[in-house]
C-alpha cells in the first residue's frame, strides 16, 4: 500500500511538471507569434485616418520601340471631393447595388459575399465579388497591390479599423472621392466630368449606372477604350441589379437601359491611341489598375512610332479614295516580327476620333475571316499525308446538310482538276472544302489552336463553310498563324511589351527573344511551313483569279499572301509576310456595322493594295530571299493535274512542273495517260451516277481526287455554270 502511494505522488509530479512545460511551449509560440504578426502586419499598418489624407500617384508612361512617348497615364490626379449629401441618391445605390448590395448590414468582412463567390468561381458563374466598399477602399488607397496573404490579412484589419473610426455614409464618401474610373479621373466628380463633361450633380440615372460599373475594369468598361459595347453591357449589368434590389422601377429601367449616352470627346494628346490601350488593358491584367495608373511604370513598347504614323495615313489613304465607290468606311493593319512577335504598328481604324466607330479597335475584334483561313486547312492536309500536288475536282457539288450545303467560287464558275497549289493560290472554294471534309473539323479546330486562333470552341457548331471564314477571328490571332509559317513552324505568340520598371527604377520584367531565330512551340513540321510559304509566294500559282500583276506580287521579293473575302463582301482581307527580313502584314477592311461593301471590293481589290504599299515600304532598300529547303522535303517533276510522276512519253494532257513534296509523300506511280473509259453517248463525257445505259467505252484522261470525285480531262465539256447561291 506505502509503495503504491509513492508511485502515484511520483506520477503526479511528473504529470504536474508535464503540463508546466507545456504551458511554457504554448506561451513561447503565443510570444513569437505575436512578434511574427506585428513584425511582418502590424508594424507598417498604415492609419484609417490616411484615407482623407491627400495621395500624389505617379504617372505611367508609355514608349515606343526607340523612345517616343506615346502616352501619360495620370501625369495629374483628377480628383475632386464632393460631399455625399451633393451626389445623386442612384449614383450611390447604383454603386453599392453593383459593388456591395448589403454595405449596410454587414461589417468590414461580407462572409455571405465571400462565400457566394466562392460558389461562383467553383461553379464559372459571373457574381459579385466577395470584396466590401470599406476592404476596396483601403485596398485601393492605403495598400500595395500585392496579391499575398499578407497583405490580405492588412486588408481585413483595416478594413475593421476603418468601419471602428468612421460611419457608413462617410465610408462610401470617401469610397465615391477616392476609387479610380479610370483615366486622370479619381472619384465620382472627376469621373462625371471626364466622360460626360458635367458635375456628378446633374448626372441622370443612365450616367450614374454606366459611372458605377467602371471601377472594376476601367480600361475594359471605357467608352474610350477598344471594344465601347462591354460598357453597355456593364451599364446594363448595374441597371438590372438597381432593379432587382428595389432602387428604381420597371420604367426607369427600361428608360435609362434606352438611354443613348453620349461622352465627351477624348482630348488627352495620345500618339497610337488603339495600341496604347491595348497595351493598358495587358499592363492592368498583369499588375492591377492602382499600379498602372499610380505606380510610376515606364513601359517600352515594340511599336515603332514612325512605322506606324505610315501605316495610319496609308490605311486612311486608300479607304478615303475608295470609301463612295465601294462602300467601304473602314480598314485596320497589323505589322509584325513573326520572329519575336512584337507589333511594330497597329492601326485599329481609319482614325480613332472618327464618329461613331473610330476607336474601336478592329484588330482585335470579332471578325470573319474568309479565304484567309485556307493555309490552315491545306497545312493540315500536308500533315495527312496529301500534297501540293494533290488534285481536286473543283465542279458543281452539294454536301449533305439540312438544307444541302451548295458553295459557289468567288468567280462563279468551275475550273475542273485543279492541284492544291493552284486551289488555294486562285482560291477556289470547292477544293477546300473537300480538304476540311478530308481533315475533319475536330482536327483542324486543334490545328487552328495550336497555330494561334483564340476563337473556336465547340467542334458541333461548325459546319464545313468554316474553312471558307465564317468563324470568327481576330486579327492578333491571324498574326500569329501567319507568323508560324513564317517561322518554320515554332509559335511565337505576340510581344508588344520589351520592358517595364518601376517608380524606384527596378525591372519588373524584360523581353530578350534569344539570338537564334527559331525558339517558341513547334506546332507545325518545318516542311509543311516551307511547302505552304513555296504555295504562298508562286505569283502563277493564282494567275486565274488575280491575274499576272496583282497587289500580291512585289517585284524582286520573295513574299506570301494570301487574300479572303466574305460572302455579301462585309469583310476582305489581304495578310502575308517574308521571312528574311521576317514580317507580317495583315489588313482588313469594311465596315463596323457588318453592312456590305460593293462587289468591287474583293480581298485584292480593297485590302491588298494597303499591304502591298505597307509590304513594300517595310521591304525598301531590303532584299526579302525565301526560306532555306528543310531535310524533310524533296522535289519532284510531276504532271499537272495529275501530280503523278512524268512518264517517258506523257500524254498531252500532261504538263510537267516541278512540287515540293514532305519526304514519305511524294508520288511514285508515272502517270497511265488516256485509258480506256465508259462514256455518255451523248454528252461524250463521263456519266451520270449510276447511269448504266447509253454508254460507250473510249480513250481518255480521267482524274480522281482524295473524296472519289473524277472529271475527265480530254472530254467535251459545256460552258461552266455556276451554282446559285443558296
Known amino acids: ?147 499575398t496573404i499578407q497583405r490580405k490579412v492588412k486588408e481585413v484589419i483595416l478594413a475593421f479599423l476603418t468601419e471602428a473610426v468612421y460611419p457608413k455614409n462617410k465610408i462610401l464618401e470617401m469610397y465615391l472621392n477616392q476609387i479610380p474610373y479610370g483615366g486622370t479621373a479619381y472619384g465620382v466628380e472627376a469621373a462625371s466630368q471626364t466622360y460626360f463633361g458635367k458635375n456628378v450633380q446633374n448626372l441622370d440615372l443612365a450616367q450614374a449606372a454606366f459611372l458605377a460599373g467602371l471601377p472594376q475594369a476601367p480600361s475594359e468598361y471605357s467608352p474610350y477604350g477598344s471594344d465601347p459595347t462591354l460598357g453597355k453591357q456593364r451599364q446594363v449589368e448595374v441597371l438590372n441589379a438597381m432593379y432587382s434590389q428595389k432602387y428604381i422601377n420597371k420604367q426607369q429601367l427600361t428608360q435609362a437601359e434606352n438611354e443613348q449616352l453620349k461622352f465627351k470627346k477624348i482630348s488627352d494628346n495620345i500618339l497610337a491611341p488603339h495600341f496604347v490601350f491595348y497595351i493598358k488593358n495587358l499592363l492592368e491584367q498583369k499588375y492591377g489598375v492602382q499600379t498602372v495608373e499610380q505606380g510610376g511604370l515606364k513601359v517600352v513598347t515594340s511599336l515603332d512610332l514612325d512605322l506606324q504614323n505610315y501605316a495610319q495615313a496609308t490605311v486612311a489613304a486608300e479607304i478615303n479614295r475608295i470609301m463612295i465607290p465601294d462602300h467601304v468606311t473602314n480598314g485596320a493593319a497589323l505589322i509584325t516580327d513573326p520572329n519575336t512577335g512584337e507589333i511594330l504598328a497597329m492601326v485599329g481604324s481609319i482614325g480613332y476620333s472618327t464618329p461613331g466607330y473610330g476607336n474601336v479597335n478592329m484588330t482585335t475584334a470579332l471578325l470573319q475571316p474568309g479565304s484567309s483561313i485556307k493555309p490552315i486547312t491545306y497545312s493540315l492536309g500536308l500533315t495527312k499525308g496529301y500534297t501540293a500536288a494533290t488534285p ?69 457548331i461548325y459546319g464545313l463553310s468554316l474553312t471558307l471564314g465564317s468563324a470568327e477571328v481576330k486579327m492578333t490571332d491571324m498574326a500569329t498563324v501567319y507568323g508560324v509559317l513564317a517561322n518554320q513552324g515554332y509559335r511565337i505568340n505576340l510581344h508588344p511589351i520589351l520592358k517595364v520598371t518601376d517608380s524606384t527604377g527596378k525591372v519588373l520584367e524584360q523581353y530578350n527573344p534569344p539570338s537564334s531565330p527559331i525558339f517558341g512551340t513547334h506546332v507545325l513540321p518545318s516542311g509543311v511551313s516551307y511547302i505552304m510559304t513555296q504555295m504562298l509566294m508562286d505569283n502563277s500559282a493564282r494567275y486565274i483569279d ?181
Open 546 to 726: 488575280f491575274g499576272s500583276d496583282s497587289s500580291l506580287l512585289i517585284p524582286g521579293q520573295a513574299v506570301a499572301a494570301k487574300t479572303g473575302t466574305t460572302n455579301s463582301f462585309r469583310d476582305n482581307w489581304t495578310i502575308g509576310y517574308t521571312t528574311s527580313p521576317a514580317y507580317v502584314v495583315a489588313v482588313w477592311v469594311g465596315n463596323n456595322n457588318h453592312t456590305p461593301m460593293s462587289s468591287i471590293a474583293s480581298g485584292i481589290t480593297g485590302a491588298a493594295p494597303i499591304w502591298h504599299s505597307l509590304m513594300s515600304h517595310l521591304l525598301d532598300g531590303k532584299k526579302a530571299v525565301p526560306p532555306a529547303m528543310p531535310d524533310n522535303v524533296i522535289g519532284k517533276i510531276i504532271c499537272n493535274p495529275s501530280g503523278l510522276l512524268v512518264p517517258a512519253h506523257p500524254d498531252p494532257t500532261c504538263s510537267s512542273r516541278y512540287e515540293y513534296f514532305l519526304k514519305g509523300t511524294a508520288p511514285t506511280q508515272t502517270d497511265p495517260g488516256q485509258q480506256n473509259v465508259w462514256v455518255d453517248k451523248t454528252t461524250q463525257d463521263l456519266p451520270a451516277q449510276g447511269q448504266t445505259n447509253n454508254l460507250e467505252l473510249k480513250p481518255h484522261v480521267v482524274i480522281t481526287d482524295p473524296t472519289g470525285d473524277k472529271y475527265c480531262l480530254d472530254c467535251p465539256h459545256p460552258s461552266p455554270t455556276p451554282t446559285p447561291t443558296p
Open 392 to 460: 481536286f475536282i473543283d465542279d458543281a457539288t452539294c454536301f449533305p446538310g439540312n438544307p444541302p450545303y451548295c458553295p459557289h467560287n468567288y468567280d462563279n464558275k468551275w475550273h475542273g482538276a485543279v492541284q492544291m497549289r493552284y486551289a488555294l493560290g486562285n482560291s477556289f472554294n470547292i477544293p477546300a472544302i473537300k480538304m476540311l471534309k478530308l481533315d475533319t473539323i475536330p482536327d483542324f479546330l486543334a490545328t487552328a489552336s495550336a497555330l494561334g486562333i483564340t476563337t473556336f470552341n465547340d467542334p458541333s
Open 1 to 147: 500500500m506505502v509503495k503504491k502511494t509513492l508511485i502515484t505522488k511520483l506520477v503526479n509530479k511528473k504529470t504536474k511538471r508535464f503540463l508546466k512545460l507545456r504551458w511554457l511551449l504554448v506561451l513561447i509560440v503565443i510570444i513569437v507569434g505575436a512578434g511574427l504578426f506585428y513584425q511582418y502586419i502590424l508594424h507598417d499598418l498604415p492609419s484609417p485616418s490616411e484615407l482623407s489624407s491627400t495621395s500624389y500617384p505617379q504617372s505611367t508612361q508609355i514608349f515606343d520601340r526607340n523612345g517616343k512617348l506615346l502616352y501619360t497615364i495620370y501625369a495629374n490626379r483628377n480628383q475632386s471631393f464632393v460631399p455625399l449629401s451633393q451626389i445623386p441618391s442612384y449614383m450611390q445605390e447604383a454603386t453599392i447595388a453593383i459593388e456591395d448590395r448589403y454595405f449596410y448590414t454587414h461589417g468590414a468582412i461580407d462572409f455571405t459575399g465571400i462565400a457566394r463567390a466562392m460558389l461562383a468561381d467553383l461553379s464559372h458563374q459571373n457574381l459579385q465579388g466577395g470584396s466590401t466598399l470599406t476592404q476596396q477602399l483601403v485596398k485601393n488607397s492605403l495598400l500595395t497591390p500585392d496579391r
